[in-house]
RNA sequence: GCCCGGGUGGCGGAAUUGGUAGACGCGCUGGAUUCAAAAUCCAGUUCUGGCAACAGAGUGCGGGUUCGAUUCCCGCCCCGGGUACCA
């Protein structure tokens, strides 16, 4: 019997697309599990390997929990807003929409025939308008929202209390004061530039390089009217919540990174001969004692002001240099410190001393005040800077037993950790921390300088506000119209959805317009009154629409609302989330402070969406180089005894693993792998590779490997020849309980390579017996069902039976066949394995001792030795100790 | 520089709380079947020595703890990812 996957998949496929098997009902009766897949960008060129290793990870826990009985929820969408449409658009005319709809259908063919136990009825689309709708739905509730800082909590705006002096000031500038408040908001802002996609970026989306992170090119600063959202007033709210997540350690690190929380002190310095103060922020106020300089960054407001007359023209030289850099390569230039003494000096609060205040472009304006307090003997940037200009360095922190020690002392080296404090007094302020270490010297100056009025325990996050527009045509429009007298206002639930108006041409304007500038009829709008606006004209970045999807397949066809609150409240949180780790920060930390938002407004009751999260790693491929390096196309490759040669100039070839390029050839496309193996062969080699969370490279032999297994399962189970009604081998009976459970477990876990290495040692002993009984060969398709589900479903209708076995459950452990009355031991001498000897469990120690010792084969072992000692682990060792 | 991962046969990779290193698969070798091949089946396959029984070595490197270390500790090397003057 051959085994035809080409005939047995589309079938079965068939069958569950016909049945609608795997809707899902709101049954609220039953126990849920909610598992999401990072859904896709349909792009034109189609699925590639990566995407199916997700998708049958999902898939395989999937029709697993509902064998277990679980309602599931496992839907599919796209995240179809995106830039490649929008160029193809403008090359060709074609609408995007065109493109993307030709572009989903195509992944929806290739998804479908992999086999994936999707819910069809509930796939989504960004860029569907019933969809969209509710993206401009929730940037209205972001924008009528404030931070109520002190209950860290959001807020309608309605809710917001205006100080009585605002009030005074009419309307104008109680509206100021609101807007200033909204977690969106409309502003000149500097932004990052890409000119050759004609769009700005965020910061996320600019590489250390300088170079655009989608296109490769380099960004240039510009300042444009953009939208902003307000994302760190809920930076600690993010930090907190990570808390509680089962996530990959380092996908929690790099959020806790990105928010960068920092705690410290502001510091106010008097500026000698002007009555100003200076604020400085900085994490270790204990080092105030070696203060040896100030910095100011030269966008400081007090940078010209500061400066004294004989030092103007080289501090504003300076400053204009370091704006120009700015708009260079900033992170090139960062090597080596320059800056520019003030030719002023400000008081240090703790000893009244007076130190230079410099200009220097390693202080940002961005973070903290803009201003330093520098401590080159303990910090290591402005010891550099120090060095640089002869500045003093004064080391107030005795490292104690360190071999530098000496240098550090002597202000030669520069001392970051713990230590004790020295001349780190003054009687003429009166405080003293010497001998204090780092932790209770914060704490006394702190409280010194608190009691003051000097200073204050500050907090400092290192998360931007997160820049919310593009100037783009293919994504959600802003349901926003600019008032010729200044007003902005949001347009009503009920004329949402705003929708993209029909263009003839989709080229940005030179300025860096969006191209929706150009359509005229859509832009212009009058109000009752005769008063005349203009729409918004940028659009939404992709993260939008990607931002609250997992929300919307629990309801997707709700014209109504949102989604059925009931219906969330069954159904969230997500319990699984799997997907790339190349989302660790921004798709991930703006999905959260969306849904933190939309929780502290009582439309979702979760804090947090994703409970679980987990990476699969890369799929790469093998490829070539020659001995100098460079690349070589993998159809200029042979193989001859295990080496690799250049067809054409016969040179020996090293080969590497790298990732997937169509310039390597070594691309592979899933639907070749499915016309050439089956799609339950794609299925287990892309889980059997190895760990779903590590990189690993697609091997050709590896799939000829999984669909041997596949054949030779098929070509036994599918025999019913080789089935027998009566009692089981008892070889059979445990191996098969030992892999009922084995597979279980690994499933649990995401081990899918060990649980289908189980499947493929029962199917291994099941062949070597020549037969089993039918209720073995029923579990066996059971159990290999969420991993092979069209073999699975195939051999049980070969059992005869008429319904799917998706809903069957999941087979039990019947654990009596599981014990064991003897253990072989591996007996050890001196932790070297030597033999092994069969014991009985219940054998008590000693007669254990007796029975090794006294083998013939110990014997060897022993001779001329004594016995030292005798361990003994039950069920795992014996290892016997002589000399 | 800093923060995370990861280094195990010819290859992908297994190995509960420290307890038989190399499961499973690929590849390779030999055999069966075949006129022959493909497919299939059987046996072997970490390295070194040996016909073999067997012995020695072995989980990136160097130390340590332990009866026993791929697993724990200390010090390094290499690879991958993230981040980069955040005071």
Redesign the pocket.
């Known amino acids: 019997m051959e085994y035809n996957f080409a005939e047995i998949e589309p079938r079965w496929q068939k069958y569950w697309e016909k049945n609608k098997t795997f809707k899902t009902p709101d049954d609220f009766s039953k126990p849920k599990y909610y598992i999401l897949d990072m859904f896709p960008y349909p792009s034109g060129a189609g699925l590639h390997v990566g995407h199916p290793e997700g998708y049958t990870a999902t898939d395989i826990m999937s029709r697993y929990k509902r064998m277990k009985g679980f309602n599931v929820l496992h839907p599919m969408g796209y995240d179809a807003f995106g830039l490649p449409a929008e160029q193809y658009a403008m090359q060709t005319g074609t609408h995007p929409a065109v493109t993307t709809n030709r572009n989903c259908d195509n992944f929806r063919r290739q998804i479908k025939a992999i086999g994936l136990s999707y819910d069809w009825d509930r796939e989504i689309n960004t860029t569907d308008q019933h969809y969209f709708k509710w993206t401009q739905w929730i940037f209205k509730q972001l924008y009528n929202t404030w931070f109520d800082k002190e209950n860290q909590k959001g807020r309608p705006i309605s809710e917001l209390p205006i100080p009585e002096e605002i009030k005074g000031d009419g309307e104008k500038a109680i509206n100021e004061y609101i807007s200033e408040k909204r977690l969106a908001y409309y502003d000149n802002a500097q932004v990052w530039w890409c000119d050759s996609c004609k769009t700005v970026c965020a ?2 989306e600019v ?2 390089d300088g170079s655009h992170e989608k296109c490769g090119n380099q960004v240039v600063r510009k300042n444009l009217k953009q939208w902003l959202l307000r994302i760190p007033h809920y930076a600690e709210r993010l930090l907190q919540g990570l808390n509680g997540l089962d996530w ?4 929690i ?2 959020q ?3 928010i ?1 929380k ?1 705690t ?1 002190a502001e510091i106010d310095f008097q500026v000698e001969g002007l009555n100003k103060n200076l604020r ?6 204990d080092t105030l004692f070696g203060a040896t300089y100030m ?1 100011i ?1 030269p966008e400081h407001e007090l940078a010209e002001e500061i400066t004294i007359p004989e030092k103007k023209t080289e501090v504003e030289k300076y400053i204009k240099a370091a704006a120009l850099k700015s708009d260079l390569d ?2 090139d ?6 800056g520019v003494f003030s030719g002023r000096y400000a008081i240090n609060p703790v000893n009244n001393q007076p130190i230079p205040i410099w200009i ?16 080159p003997a303990h ?4 010891f ?2 120090a060095k640089e200009f002869d500045i003093p360095v004064v080391c107030i922190l005795d490292p104690k037993e360190v071999d530098e020690r000496k240098n550090i002392l002597a202000g030669d080296k520069c001392w970051t950790e713990d230590g004790e404090y020295i001349n780190s007094a003054s009687e003429e302020t009166g405080l003293n921390i010497n001998g204090l270490n780092k932790e209770a010297g914060i704490k006394k100056t702190i409280e010194w300088l608190e009691e003051r009025g000097l200073g204050t325990a500050t907090v ?3 998360m ?1 506000d997160w820049l919310f527009s593009r100037q783009r045509y293919w994504g959600e429009p802003f349901p926003v119209i600019h008032w010729e007298d200044g007003e902005v206002s949001l347009l009503d639930d009920e004329d949402l959805p705003l929708l993209l108006p029909d263009l003839e041409k989709y080229s940005p304007g030179e300025s860096g317009e969006s191209p929706l500038a150009n359509a005229e009829e859509w832009l212009h709008v009058t109000d009752k009154n005769g008063r005349k606006g203009r729409r918004e004209t940028n659009t939404m970045p992709q993260w939008a629409g990607s931002c609250w999807y997992y929300l919307r397949y629990i309801d997707p066809n709700n014209n109504e609302r949102i989604f059925d609150p009931e219906k969330e409240k069954y159904w969230m949180p997500v319990d699984l989330y799997i997907g790339g ?2 989302h ?2 921004l798709h991930l930390l703006y999905s959260r402070f969306w849904h933190k938002v939309l929780f502290d407004l009582g439309i979702v009751s979760t804090d947090e969406p994703f409970q679980k999260l987990f990476n699969q ?2 799929i790469l491929a ?1 490829a070539y180089e020659t001995s100098t390096g460079a690349k070589v196309s993998s159809d200029l490759v042979e193989e001859r005894d ?1 080496k690799y040669f250049h067809t054409e100039t016969g040179d020996e070839l090293k ?1 590497i ?1 790298a ?1 997937m390029s169509k310039s390597l050839k070594n691309v592979v496309n899933p639907d070749d792998v499915i016309e050439r193996y089956g799609a339950d062969s794609l299925r287990l080699y892309e889980m ?4 779903l ?5 697609w ?4 799939v ?6 596949l ?2 399962a098929h ?1 036994f189970f599918a025999d019913t020849n080789n089935i027998f009604e009566g009692e089981e081998d008892k070889e059979v009976a445990k191996l098969l309980h030992q892999t009922i459970q084995k597979v279980a477990n ?1 499933i649990e876990n995401l ?1 899918f ?2 649980a ?6 029962f ?2 002993l099941a ?2 017996k020549g037969k089993v009984t039918k209720q073995t060969a029923e579990t066996f398709a059971k159990i290999l069902s969420p991993v092979a589900p069209h073999l699975g479903e195939e051999l049980w209708s070969i059992y005869g039976n008429k319904e799917t076995l998706a809903y069957e459950p999941w087979p039990e452990v019947d654990e009596s066949l599981l014990q064991e009355d003897s253990f ?3 007996v ?1 001498f ?7 000897i069969e014991i009985p469990v219940d054998m008590p120690q000693p007669e254990i001792e007796k029975v090794v010792l006294s083998d013939p084969k110990a014997q ?2 022993l001779e001329g030795k004594t016995v ?2 005798f ?1 003994f ?1 039950p ?5 016997v ?1 002589v000399g």
């Open positions: 910061n996320e590489l250390t990959p350690a380092g996908v690190d790099m806790k990174n990105w960068g920092s410290g400085v922020y900085t994490t270790r106020p910095v960054a900033r992170t230039l960062a090597k080596e410190k320059t220097a472009d390693y202080v940002l304006m961005g973070y903290g005040t803009g201003a330093i307090m520098a401590v910090d290591t940037r402005d550099e800077f400092n996050f290192k931007r780790a190349e660790a920060v790693g890369m093998f295990g080969q693993v990732k059997f590779m190895g760990p969370d590590e990189r690993k490279p091997a050709e032999n590896g000829k490997g999984v669909f041997n297994f054949n030779r070509r690994d081990k390579n060990t289908i290495s189980a499947l493929m040692v199917n291994n062949i070597k072989e031991y591996p050890s001196n932790g070297k394995m030597r033999f092994k060897k072992w030292r000692k361990i682990v069920k795992k060792i014996i290892n100790v």
